[in-house]
Every structure is written in structure tokens, then in C-alpha cells.
């Protein structure tokens, strides 16, 4: 589920508090959680609605300047049902206070290593050398640093996707680069291996 800026940030300010989508089924779930550039969106109720019995206040909520635009931006039916998603709120996302903290306690370096062991049983180095490899060429395209390491792009993003959960690397419009952690982390897996 993608938000343009403006919603994004009538979420923040909250006068956008609903959304509709058109989906053979929610890609969201009530109650989760949907990352975005501007904190994390909280998730409140899903549920199926019908097109005809959408009000103006409806598209004011989901802001639309009118019942008609909300109504165009879902199209004609066409068999999928319309889901009406409560917006409850964006926190903060905890990744971004991780990601500045270089200083990491022996407790978080013990969970790193058990981490990239677990992970690392079939291909050992393999993390750090994704570390390595966009510590060396930040903002260069996921498919390229895949090509580099020899694995496929969907699962090097996959892979990255997992580093960024530790707040290791931020993800650029192209790219990818390794946050003040990250770079600690790599520093440190150089001098232990």
C-alpha cells in the first residue's frame, strides 16, 4: 500500500484518516503496521465497503477534493471489492534512532554475531560482503550490486531488507547506502574475520 507525500503528511497532521483500495484482497491488515519515508503508518480497521454508499465526508477523510475524485480513482468495478482502511496515526520508526547509533553494547554486538551466523550458514560472509559492497558503491542499483555478489536482485533486496530491520543501511531513490551503524558494523566484521 503506497501514499503519496501530501496524504503522508495529512496523515502526520491527522486529517487524513481513511484510504480505499480496490484489491482482490488487503495487502494490509488491521491493527499492522506500513513503513513509510515518513514514520509508520498504523493500520486500524479493513473492511469491504460498498462504492454506492461512500459520502463526501469519506473523501474529505481520505482527501479527495470530492465524493466524484475518490470514486474515480477507484474505477469501475470490476469484480475486486473496495476496502475502506481506518488510518490510526504515524509513529516514529525505530529504525531511524538505530541507525544513527554507532555505539552499539556487547548485548547488541553478541546479537549481531548470532544473527549473521544463523543467516550465514549456507553462504558464510555473505552479509558482510553486502555491507561491503554498498559501503563501496552507495546509490549504485540493487540488480548491479546483486550482479556483483552473484545472487539474484530479488533476494540481495530480500537480504537487504534484513540489514535495514538492524538499522544498518537507509534505502535511497537509487540505491542503497550504510547508516553511521552500519558502517560501525561493517568496520567491525572486518576486524573479526
Do not use: H
Not at 146 to 175: I, P, Y
Request: proline residues 5%; positive net charge.
Amino acid at each position: 500500500m503506497l501514499f503519496k507525500q501530501a496524504i503522508l503528511d495529512g496523515i502526520a497532521a491527522g486529517i487524513v484518516t481513511l484510504a480505499f483500495r480496490r484489491w482482490k484482497r488487503p495487502t494490509v491488515k488491521a491493527g499492522g503496521r506500513l513503513r513509510t519515508s515518513v514514520g509508520v503508518v498504523r493500520i486500524g480497521a479493513i473492511a469491504p465497503c460498498d462504492p454506492a454508499g461512500l459520502t463526501e465526508a469519506d473523501a474529505a477523510a481520505a482527501r479527495f477534493p470530492s465524493l466524484a475524485a475518490l470514486r474515480e480513482m477507484l474505477g469501475p468495478g470490476n469484480g475486486d471489492p473496495v476496502y475502506r482502511i481506518v488510518l490510526a496515526g504515524i509513529e516514529p520508526d525505530e529504525r531511524v534512532a538505530k541507525r544513527e547509533n554507532a555505539e552499539l553494547s556487547d548485548a547488541e554486538w553478541r546479537d549481531l554475531r548470532a544473527r549473521f551466523d544463523r543467516w550465514e550458514k549456507t553462504a558464510p560472509g555473505y552479509f558482510p560482503s553486502i555491507l561491503r559492497a554498498i559501503g563501496e558503491r552507495p546509490a549504485v542499483a540493487a540488480v548491479e550490486l546483486a550482479a556483483a555478489l552473484g545472487v539474484e536482485k530479488l533476494k540481495f533486496k530480500q537480504d537487504v531488507r534484513k540489514l535495514k530491520e538492524l538499522g544498518l543501511t537507509e534505502s535511497l531513490d537509487v540505491g542503497y547506502r550504510l547508516s553511521s551503524r552500519g558502517e560501525a558494523v561493517r568496520k567491525w566484521l572486518g576486524e573479526a574475520r
